[in-house]
Structure formats: C-alpha cells, structure tokens
C-alpha cells in the first residue's frame, strides 16, 4: 500500500486542521483490513503516537491528543482522517500515517509494528 498524506499547514494556537491520508492498495486487497494510525515526530524526539481506528472503525489516541483529535476513516475513498481541534504549539510536528493488515492491538501504538508509511505533513502551531 503507498499512502499520501495532505492537510498540513501554519495555524495559529486554538484553529483547527484536518489532515487526510489517502491509501493506493493492491489490486484485490481491501483497504478495510488495514489499521492506520497517525503519528507525529519532532527533531531530535522519537516519532510519538496519536491516534489509529481499527479495522472495524475503533479510534484510539494518544494522551496528549484525547478529546481534541478526531480520527475517521471512509472506505469508499481508501482515506482516513485526523480532525485536529484546538490546536497548541505543542502539537507542531510532521503528522505521519501509517498502515498495516497484521498488526494486533497491543502494538497498535507502536511505529515499528506499521509496515507502511506515508510521506509526513508539516503541522505548525504559533502562539
């Protein structure tokens, strides 16, 4: 699968962005039996997760990011969302998605446990 991710951009503190995050799958197989998740990384820092949906449309997120982040998925367009609210300074990263068809839960909040990759979108925050 090759993922593209779009959405990206400068805001002030408090907007609001949507990233977007579309799949190019294989002939024959499914998008829905992906997850896909979204991860963030600064310079010099660890890629920190944010948040994935499961095969069957369950979202997860990461501490810093619950009750203001949205994540969605449509598989008619082999596309997954990230509705990010009330942004800070603090969520300035590059947003990641990633996508895998094996990955179990437990490792759901794990980069290394993702086969697939998109390319990143630059999110700044000023204050």
């Known amino acids: 699968v090759q993922l593209q991710a779009s959405g990206g951009g400068l805001v002030q503190a408090g907007a609001s962005l949507r990233l977007s995050c579309a799949a190019s799958?294989?002939?024959?197989?499914?998008?829905?039996?992906?997850?896909m998740s979204w991860f963030r990384q600064t310079p010099g820092k660890e890629r920190e997760f944010v948040s994935a949906?499961?095969?069957?449309?369950?979202?997860y997120y990461g501490d810093s990011v619950k009750g203001r982040f949205t994540i969605s998925r449509d598989n008619a367009k082999n596309t997954v969302y990230l509705q990010m609210n009330s942004l800070t300074p603090e969520d300035t990263a590059v947003y990641y998605c990633?996508?895998?068809?094996?990955?179990?839960?437990?490792?759901?909040?794990?980069?290394?446990?993702?086969?697939?990759w998109g390319q990143g979108t630059l999110v700044t925050v000023s204050s």
């Open positions: 799958v294989a002939s024959g197989v499914s998008f829905r039996r992906y997850v």
């Open positions: 990633a996508a895998d068809q094996q990955i179990i839960l437990s490792s759901y909040f794990s980069p290394s446990a993702y086969g697939y």
């Open positions: 949906i499961s095969r069957d449309n369950r979202p």
